[in-house]
């Protein structure tokens, strides 16, 4: 069975700080993705990973896939408030199923 | 493109009540999925489909029931609702699960059993 662990789950952090989320997952795959949820929304889709090694970047945000260590992780550069959100990774198994994180709630204090 | 919708946004049942949760998407996506999302739980995956005709069970598949007739639609079937199903629930689709395609998520369906 497959286990996403994201952490930290909370994290609240000054603006212009950087910070990284972790996310390991138990299972061998070769598809990860990252969301962002505001309260209340749903969920809107920031990255892809397909491969061992890929690196994606937008603005403030980069994420990279190791797919022998199972660990992706979210780099926040210089955050500011408007990155206040609450981030999940999804890893994708061979039968086709997606499989979500608890999610990792970021407060980004101005 | 209307993208994925969802119908209702919002409901109240009753134990042991019936209902359908609609979903559609006009993007000609082979892939759909159910959701649930509960607090510090993350998103749970309810029943998937690769395509019209086919379905399989995701994580948490008991109390529910889903079909795929069409490219189109997904309904998602609470038999006899229980209190346990309070959830928002989320439908996506994507195009496949290979290259680089994602989900695309509806706006949800916040359900409230009694």
């Known amino acids: 069975e497959l286990k996403v662990e994201q952490n930290p789950l909370f994290l609240s952090m000054q603006e212009g700080k950087n910070y990284t989320i972790y996310c390991n997952y138990s299972?061998?795959?070769?598809?990860l993705y990252w969301y962002r949820q505001d309260p209340g929304k749903s969920l809107e889709s920031l990255f892809v990973?397909?491969?061992?090694?890929a690196v994606k970047q937008e603005g403030r945000l980069m994420a990279s896939l190791d797919t022998k260590a199972r660990l992706s992780t979210l780099h926040i550069t210089a955050a500011v408030h408007d990155l206040s959100a609450t981030y999940f990774c999804?890893?994708?198994?061979?039968?086709?199923?997606?499989?979500f994180g608890k999610g990792t709630r970021l407060h980004i204090l101005p | 493109n209307a993208g994925v919708t969802q119908t209702p946004k919002f409901q109240v049942l009753k134990t042991g009540q019936s209902m359908t949760l609609q979903c559609a998407q006009d993007?000609?996506?082979?892939?759909m999925s159910w959701y649930r999302q509960d607090p510090g739980m993350g998103l749970r995956l309810i029943h998937y489909?690769?395509?019209?005709?086919?379905?399989d069970q995701g994580e948490v598949p008991n109390g529910y029931n889903v079909s795929r007739s069409t490219t189109e639609d997904f309904p998602l079937r609470l038999l006899s609702a229980a209190p346990s199903q309070t959830s928002v629930y989320f439908c996506?689709?994507?195009?496949?699960?290979?290259?680089?395609?994602?989900?695309?998520f509806g706006p949800g369906t916040r359900l409230t059993v009694l």
């Open positions: 996506a689709s994507s195009r496949q699960l290979d290259g680089t395609d994602t989900q695309y």
């Open positions: 299972t061998t795959s070769d598809r």
């Open positions: 990973l397909l491969s061992n090694g």
């Open positions: 999804a890893v994708a198994l061979r039968d086709d199923k997606i499989i």
């Open positions: 993007m000609n996506h082979e892939y």
């Open positions: 489909s690769v395509g019209a005709g086919i379905t």
